[in-house]
T-cell receptor
Framework: AQSVTQLGSHVSVSEGALVLLRCNYS??????LFWYVQYPNQGLQLLLK??????LVKGINGFEAEFKKSETSFHLTKPSAHMSDAAEYFC????????????FGKGTTLSVSS | KAGVTQTPRYLIKTRGQQVTLSCSPI?????VSWYQQTPGQGLQFLFE???????NKGNFPGRFSGRQFSNSRSEMNVSTLELGDSALYLC?????????????FGSGTRLTVV
């Protein structure tokens, strides 16, 4: 069965600092992996996705993530945090077969201080 | 290009009642999935519809049902509401059942059961 673990339910950084949000997955088949962001009272916005092509994936708003099969990880990074990055971030996996059922991690709330 | 539209945005119902939520996908998208988001359980997959047929179902009781119309619009219904059904219900659409395209989420319907 597939699963996603996000380490750290809450991460705090200063504006301009590196953002690192951790995601580890478990999958018996090659996974497709996603990062979504959710702002208060809104739906989920896709930041980036890994679909078995390049292992380093660049997304919107300066975010990127690297797929590491040996570590079963897909951590999200951004070199310099902005106040507007404060939100909740979700990592998700879907097995490499037909169907659109996303399995989400519990989420990480990112706080950015000035 | 219009996004995924969910109506209504907010809903208050009484325990024991039933409720119907609506989702209009992005034009040209034929796959619609539904998710329940609660503080305790996080984001959980409810079901997926494609070409008016349910293709995938999550682990929810039969009180939760849905359907999809020929124009790809989808509705989900919850009968005999329980307090625990209070949640944000999110709809996601995709071009088809391939995971290559990712999924676009609506802003959700917040259901409160009293």
């Amino acid at each position: 069965a597939q699963s996603v673990t996000q380490l750290g339910s809450h991460v705090s950084v200063s504006e301009g600092a590196l953002v690192l949000l951790r995601c580890n997955y478990s999958s018996s088949v090659p996974p497709y992996l996603f990062w979504y962001v959710q702002y208060p009272n809104q739906g989920l916005q896709l930041l980036l996705k890994y679909t078995s092509a390049a292992t380093l994936v660049k997304g919107i708003n300066g975010f990127e993530a690297e797929f590491k099969k040996s570590e079963t990880s897909f951590h999200l990074t951004k070199p310099s945090a902005h106040m507007s990055d404060a939100a909740e971030y979700f990592c998700a996996v879907t097995p490499n077969q037909a169907g659109t059922a996303l399995i989400f991690g519990k989420g990480t709330t990112l706080s950015v201080s000035s | 290009k219009a996004g995924v539209t969910q109506t209504p945005r907010y809903l208050i119902k009484t325990r024991g009642q039933q409720v119907t939520l609506s989702c209009s996908p992005i034009s040209g998208h034929r796959s619609v999935s539904w998710y329940q988001q609660t503080p305790g359980q996080g984001l959980q997959f409810l079901f997926e519809y494609f070409s008016e047929t349910q293709r995938n179902k999550g682990n929810f009781p039969g009180r939760f049902s849905g359907r999809q119309f020929s124009n790809s619009r989808s509705e989900m219904n919850v009968s005999t509401l329980e307090l625990g059904d209070s949640a944000l219900y999110l709809c996601a659409s995709s071009i088809d059942r391939s995971r290559n395209y990712g999924y676009t989420f609506g802003s959700g319907t917040r259901l409160t059961v009293v």
